[in-house]
Each structure stands twice: as C-alpha cells, then as structure tokens.
C-alpha cells in the first residue's frame, strides 16, 4: 500500500497539472512567511496576506482532488 506522502511525491513527478498546483501553492507559502516576519503590515500587505491564504487553501484544495480521482 502506497502512503499519501509516497502518493504526492509520484504525482509530482508524473502529472504536469498537479505539479504546477503544488508550484503555486509552494510560492504563495513563502510569500506568505515573508510576511509573517515582517510583523507590522501595511494595509495593502494585510489585504494580500488574506488573498495568498484564500489562495493557498484552494489550491491545496485542487490538488487534493487530483489526488483523490487518481487514487481511485
């Protein structure tokens, strides 16, 4: 039986969509930490720390279900 971790792991290797997914969700991570060290933010910097979250959860949410139908 193949673990999820091992599962993730072979879909970024072999689908194209899931590893762009997993992209975009890897930058708006790190954006998200940069702004988590800076402490104070601006009001546009706020707003967009709550746009990358948003952001962040759906495209976790996207690859999720392409884990699930290749599961199958």
Known sequence: MI???QLREQM???DPEYRRLLDEH???AKRL???TR???LTNEEEQEEKRLKKEKLQLK???EARLRSHSK
């Open 3 to 5: 673990s999820t971790q």
């Open 12 to 14: 970024a290797e072999q």
């Open 26 to 28: 890897t930058k708006r």
């Open 33 to 35: 930490d940069e702004l």
């Open 38 to 40: 800076k402490g104070w």
């Open 61 to 63: 949410d996207q690859m």
